[in-house]
């Protein structure tokens, strides 16, 4: 098991049972996989594998898989071998190792970010105005992202990175905590957080606070087409390409 996603981690299971949700874990020594019931069941960028071996893989399938699979790194032969077909193509996430080196253009506009004053805080109550923003860009820019009440649930392992200029907050970034991983949840960023390299120093203060014990940040998906400009920034930034596996329904009697 190479990389922990967010939605296969203890943190993720921890906030679904702050919420009254009673999420299942599977994990023997095939795999790991936390199982999520919804109407039905699924689970989200797993099983996490602890064996290659295709023939394993698929045998554990058959055995635990839940109706639905977001599948991350299980092959789609294996996949269909257990009985599941592709009904939603794959997408692509961008994922920042601590050590990989930025773009030289990205570092230059975290270098412009001299005038910003950084901080990081836990998440918390006095932080509802970000998460009313976040709802805003949302509405905005159309798009869905977590709702405040799974952010809320999981406050015990997020945590928020500010950046003020004359005291006014210019730009913010969530990061969920999850060793040996983290992953970036939400942010946002006035003209003069733009204007000033906010959300690069941001990232880049991020990336140095976690280092003690996160190896890789999940900066999320990328979409050249839909927004091109989110995914420059983040594959600038130094964060490798990651391609995830789609959404596979089992089908019965195969």
């Known amino acids: 098991m190479d990389f922990l996603p967010l939605q296969q981690s203890r943190a993720y299971a921890d906030a679904l049972q702050r919420l009254g ?30 064996t290659q071996d295709a023939g394993e893989q698929t045998v554990f399938l058959r055995r635990f898989g839940p109706r639905i699979v977001n599948a991350d790194s299980t092959p789609p032969a294996v996949l269909r071998g257990a009985g599941y077909r592709q009904v939603i193509t794959a997408a692509t ?38 998460l009313q923003q976040d709802r805003s860009q949302q509405k905005q820019r159309r798009y869905r992202g977590l709702p405040p009440g799974f952010i809320n649930a999981m406050s015990p392992d997020l945590e928020v990175h500010i950046a003020r200029l004359q005291d006014r907050i210019v730009a913010w970034m ?33 990336r140095t606070a ?41 089908v019965p009697g195969l």
Not at 186 to 193: E, F, K, N, V
Not at 219 to 231: K, Q, R
Not at 244 to 249: C, E, F
Request: net charge positive; with cysteine; charged share 20%.
């Open 21 to 50: 949700r009673l999420p299942r874990w599977v994990d023997n020594e095939t795999a790991r996989m936390l199982v999520i019931s919804r109407g039905t069941t699924l689970t989200s960028r797993g099983p996490l594998w602890r």
């Open 93 to 130: 996430v961008a994922v920042l190792s601590r050590s990989s080196p930025a773009h030289p253009k990205w570092d230059a506009a975290r270098r412009c970010s001299h005038e910003l004053s950084l901080s990081t805080e836990a998440l918390g109550a006095h932080h509802a105005e970000l």
């Open 174 to 206: 969530i990061f969920a905590r999850h060793p040996p991983n983290a992953t970036y949840l939400m942010g946002c960023t006035t003209p003069d957080g733009r204007r000033s390299g906010a959300h690069h120093a941001l990232l880049h203060r991020a």
């Open 210 to 250: 976690l280092a003690a014990d996160v190896t890789d940040i999940d900066l999320g998906t990328i979409d050249t087409e839909t927004a091109p400009g989110l995914a420059r920034f983040k594959l600038r930034s130094g964060a490798r390409v990651h391609q995830l596996g789609g959404t596979w329904v089992r």
